[in-house]
């Protein structure tokens, strides 16, 4: 399986439209990917708290044209990473978007965990409820977004749910890019997953951007990783190791918390 992982550089001397153009553009450049990859809140800047209002979009808005028209050009799927989505009977919610080969809408994830310490997106944004997974025809997609990272009870939810790649779209702040990738080791490491986990790059209202997209196998080794800057990570890889890993070392099978009680005849 081929992956495409696209890290944006977002900067604010950049129209949102400029960039949905730009980023569509690149989906296109992916053709003879399985699988491509965009980062959080791409389009605004996931630290740009003011303007989740301003450029807010209802589902089937912009940027879900743009990139439905670009993964079906490319005949890839594409996570097309998040928008700040504009729900019309609620708040609104940072929501990930995947479309098919064919551009059709496969799955869409509200971000569960919402940053900030009651502020910025923990109280401009609602919270998701529900945990997604989408079935392409080599893998198992688990959706993730950005600060879902740091709580592990939501992979091992993914996971029994049938997730064998998990995906992070992320917008991770560079002071703490040692827990990013610490992180992503972890959630591959502990699920005996792959992970792909796409970041932004750049500077946007005033947050230096981590960058360092990476790709770990469910050992914990790490693929590909980007560098600072925009870049396209492309990385192949044989989704059959998943199963073979958890046959091989199968501490999935050992688990004796978090598991539903067995129910009495």
């Known amino acids: 399986m081929r992956a495409s992982v696209i890290q944006i550089a977002v900067n604010e001397d950049e129209s949102v439209e400029a960039r949905r153009r730009r980023v569509a553009a690149t989906v296109r450049e992916q053709a003879g990917a399985d699988l491509v990859v965009l980062p959080e809140l791409w389009t605004t800047g996931a630290f740009a708290y003011e303007e989740f209002g301003r450029e807010a979009e209802p589902l089937e808005g912009p940027t879900y044209e743009a990139m439905a028209k670009a993964a079906s050009d ?10 700040p989505e504009r729900d019309p009977d609620g708040p609104l919610y940072n929501t990930s978007l995947v479309f098919s080969p064919s551009g059709d809408l496969a799955a869409a994830y509200r971000k569960i965990h919402r940053f900030g310490f009651d502020k ?14 989408v079935r392409l025809p080599a893998t198992t997609l688990g959706l993730s977004t950005c600060y879902d990272l740091r709580f592990p009870e939501l992979y091992r939810g993914l996971v029994d749910a049938g997730a064998e790649t998990l995906v ?3 917008g991770w702040p560079e002071r703490r890019r040692s827990h990013w990738t610490l992180l992503a080791q972890a959630r591959a490491v502990e699920n ?9 790059a750049g500077t946007h209202a005033g947050v230096p951007q981590a960058g360092h997209s990476i790709v770990v196998d469910p050992w914990g080794e790490v693929l590909a990783q980007a560098g600072a800057g925009e870049e396209v990570l492309t990385v192949e890889f044989d989704p059959g190791k998943v199963a073979a ?8 099978k050992d688990r004796m918390l978090g598991l539903e009680p067995p129910r009495r005849p």
Not at 74 to 81: F, K, N, Q, S
Not at 120 to 133: F, N, P, Q, Y
Request: glycine share 12%; hydrophobic share 50%; net charge negative.
């Open 192 to 200: 005996q997953s792959f992970l792909l986990a796409c970041a932004t």
């Open 245 to 252: 890993t958890r046959e091989q070392f199968p501490a999935l």
């Open 74 to 83: 490319a005949g890839v799927w594409l996570h097309a990473g998040s928008i």
């Open 120 to 133: 910025g997106e923990a109280v401009l944004m609602g919270a998701g409820s529900e945990l997604v997974t």
């Open 168 to 170: 992070v779209s992320a």
